[in-house]
Every structure is written in structure tokens, then in C-alpha cells.
């Protein structure tokens, strides 16, 4: 732990003006360090005072270089020789701060729930509890008290770049193939999953499942390996929720860690479940938000690759699925048990080949181009088959970026349309 006195030896440059970046310049002007300066490759107009103008002197002579998570090596190699330099904001935190306990969560798939419910589970049984990292609120803006719970929803991105991250408890939820376009190659995308657990101590844990106790390397990790298992979860605990939005397959995964990580904090079973079962899930993640007549409309528009659609189509039947948009690299649509869930699949966004050859000869499809189109189509589909329950599904198993700025602005225009063409034809 360094002191604010000790942070102000030394000199550092703040590498992106995103969220992350923003709270570090507020921080350290809360915290009266001045031995700073910034740099964006576009923000031009922020912090105009502190803006260096020579980037390669600035990176040159720096102690520290605080990267936005978004910058990568891979597109940015000039970086690569003071790859010993960079940090993030989170590694500050851990730096400055002493008097927290740390649950930082990581994986492909499931890290905003997870955290999300995390943290509703501590609230709920008087634990001092805040939520940061990559779910929402930057980790420096957090206002953190004595004994106070931190949950850190940590990104491959951030935690590739941090050095000096040490959770208390440190989860892995799952890793499969996703961002290889940032990180390279798969190697380096794992590595930098693992990165959660390399500082750890002793008397810290490590949570991760039976599928990846492999890669946890003993011999380098310090911390307590504690396993979680589904199939335990769902033979002494599933069957006791109330709560039909946790009850889903689809967060088998994610209430397994909570339920696991809820017995090393010694919440009793009865607590945890009263705490859950008023949990109310996160916007874009499997959201039934309509049900009209023989209807269910569901927003997965956060499933950005087909490991996360997948659970989607796994737990729904008669879907009217909408996929498409900007492919993971090596991304693959595998469909072997479970396309007898799917009714018929819609094509949308700027990449239309790439899904119509790895889905014909599969499943109907119809390319629709935009959501527009497929909602109506949808329901010219729907009328025509006369089934008594029908799924439209948006999980469109790619990113946004070739038609919406965001998953959230994809999912909310999913919503309108959904709203406006159920009132009009169903």
C-alpha cells in the first residue's frame, strides 16, 4: 500500500480520456497529485492544460502509464516497450487502499450479472457492499469506507494491463473464445483471465469450476482453490428458488459462484435465498420485457458471441431468433442439440455471409437486414404457424458496431420495435 504522499513521487501519464480515464483525472485532483499528464488519440478538448504534447517524450520519462482498457497492443505496438510502465485505474485502488475487502470477478460470459448479484447479496445481509469496475461505476469514483466490500467486475482488457490487482476473492467464471481480435490469440487471452489470481495471498481465495481446475496453476497461485459445482448447486439448492428469472438455465452458471462464494462469507442458506430471490436481472442479459398473447419477447442483445447465445437458445423453445451483426474473430455457430428449439432464424447487420454459410443447411432463415424487417416478418411467421407459445429472441451472437453504437442502444431500439409492432399485429 503506498501512501498519497508516495503516490506523488512519482510522475504518470493517463493513456485515454474514457470512463476510466476521466475518474483517474478527477481522483488525482481530489487527491492533490499534480505530476501528471494526458493523452487521447481523439479527445482533444478535455483537461486541455494537462494535455502533453509530445506523447513519445511524455512515455519516455513517466514512472507510471495509465491505460484505458479499450487501448490495445495489438493495434497500438509502440506501446509494447513500456508494457513494465502501464497500469489501470484499479490497479490504483489497490495501491492506495488497505482498509477493503475485494470480490473482483472476471470470465467471458455472465460477469455483470454475477457481480450484480453479488452485491445485491451482501446488501441484503448488512454487509457494507459497493459495485464498480467494468459493470458501471469507475473503481476510483467509489467512495469506500472501513471494512467496506468492494465488487469488481474486471474486464480480459483491464486485468491484461494491471500488475498490482490482489482480490480477496478472486472468481473465474468461464473463458471462451471471445476478443481474440484484442488480445491476438487465445493464449494471451487466458493468461490474462489468470492475471486475477497471481498476487493473491494465502488466506485468499480462488473460485473457479471443474472445467477450468486445470489451468489453475498451483505451483505459481498462492490462494485457497475452492471449486464451484453446478451439479451440487442444482441438486441441494435450485429446487429452492423462487425467483423465475435465477431459476433459468441461463444463470445456472452465475448462481452457482454466488451460492459458493456465499458459504465462504458464512451466509446461512436460509439468508442467501430470502436475499435472491428479490433480485431483479440486469437490462440486455435474457430480459423478457413483453408478453403479449402467445408471446414472449426476450432481449439478449448482450450476447455479443454465439458461447453467450447459446444459453439463450439452450432455454427457450418455438424461438423466432434474430442474429447478426459485427462476428467475434473464429467466432462459430454450433447448433447440434439445439436447433430443435429453433423455429427460425433472421439475419440482420452488414455481415450477412458470414452467418448465412455457418447456419444453411441448419435451420430456416430469412434475411431480414435490420430489426425492423425481422419483427415484422416475425410476425407474419407467427400468424402462419398457429403455435400456441412463440419466443422472439434478439441474442444476436455478434457486437453491435456495424449498425448501433452499443449493445444497450441495439437492445432499447429491439424493445421500441418489439412495443410498437406487438400492439400492431398480434
Not at 1 to 25: A, E, N
Not at 27 to 52: A, G, P, S, V
Not at 192 to 215: D, Y
Not at 281 to 301: A, P, Q, T, V
Amino acid at each position: 500500500m503506498l501512501s498519497i504522499s508516495k503516490l506523488k513521487s512519482f510522475s504518470f501519464l493517463i493513456y485515454g480520456l474514457g470512463l476510466s480515464g476521466r475518474s483517474v483525472v478527477n481522483f488525482f485532483k481530489k487527491k492533490n497529485i499534480n505530476n501528471y499528464e494526458i493523452w487521447d488519440d481523439k479527445q482533444n478538448r478535455l483537461f486541455k492544460k494537462k494535455r502533453t504534447k509530445n506523447l513519445s517524450k511524455s512515455l519516455n520519462k513517466v514512472d507510471y502509464i495509465i491505460l484505458s482498457p479499450g487501448v490495445s497492443l495489438i493495434n497500438k505496438k509502440f506501446l509494447i516497450k513500456y508494457k513494465e510502465k502501464i497500469i489501470t485505474d484499479i490497479d490504483l485502488l489497490y495501491l492506495i487502499n488497505k482498509k477493503f475487502k475485494s470480490i473482483v470477478v472476471t470470465g467471458t460470459n455472465g460477469k455483470s450479472t454475477t457481480c450484480s448479484l453479488i452485491s445485491h447479496l451482501l446488501k441484503k445481509n448488512k454487509f457494507k457492499t459497493l459495485l464498480g469496475g467494468n459493470v458501471g461505476t469507475p473503481v476510483l469514483d467509489l467512495k469506500i469506507k472501513k471494512n467496506a466490500y468492494v465488487v469488481i467486475e474486471a474486464s480480459s482488457f483491464q486485468l491484461s494491463h494491471s500488475k498490482f490487482i490482489r482480490p480477496d476473492y478472486a472468481l473465474l467464471l468461464n473463458i471462451t473464445n471471445d476478443h481474440l481480435d484484442w488480445h491476438g490469440n487465445m493464449t494471451n487471452y487466458k493468461n490474462s483471465k489468470l492475471k486475477i489470481f497471481i498476487n493473491q495471498k494465502k488466506n485468499q481465495f480462488a473460485l473457479i469450476n471443474n472445467k477450468l481446475k486445470k489451468i489453475f496453476k498451483k505451483k505459481i497461485f498462492l490462494s485457497k482453490l475452492i471449486i464451484s459445482n453446478e451439479k451440487k448447486y442444482k441438486k441441494k439448492i435450485k429446487h429452492k428458488i423462487k425467483n423465475n428469472y435465477l431459476k433459468l438455465g441461463i444463470n445456472d452458471e452465475n448462481m452457482t459462484f454466488a451460492y459458493t462464494l456465499s458459504k465462504l462469507l458464512k451466509i446461512s442458506e436460509k439468508n442467501f435465498l430470502s436475499a435472491i430471490n428479490s433480485f431483479v436481472g440486469l437490462s440486455h442479459r435474457y430480459e423478457i420485457f413483453l408478453k403479449k398473447k402467445n408471446c414472449i419477447f426476450i432481449n439478449d442483445s448482450k450476447a455479443t458471441s454465439f458461447e453467450a447465445t447459446k444459453y439463450a437458445l439452450c432455454s427457450s423453445k418455438n424461438v423466432y431468433w434474430i442474429l447478426g451483426g459485427l462476428p467475434k474473430k473464429n467466432d462459430k455457430i454450433y447448433l447440434d442439440g439445439i436447433k430443435e428449439n429453433i423455429i427460425k432464424c433472421y439475419i440482420v447487420g452488414k455481415n450477412i455471409n458470414f452467418f448465412k454459410n455457418q447456419i444453411q443447411n441448419k435451420i430456416n432463415f430469412s434475411i431480414t437486414k435490420n430489426l425492423k424487417r425481422s419483427l415484422i416478418t416475425i410476425i407474419k411467421d407467427i400468424k402462419l404457424s398457429k403455435l400456441n407459445k412463440n419466443v422472439i429472441l434478439l441474442s444476436p451472437a455478434a457486437a453491435s458496431y456495424d449498425q448501433f453504437i452499443n449493445f444497450e442502444k441495439r437492445g432499447n431500439e429491439f424493445k421500441k420495435i418489439s412495443k410498437l409492432y406487438a400492439r400492431k399485429f398480434i
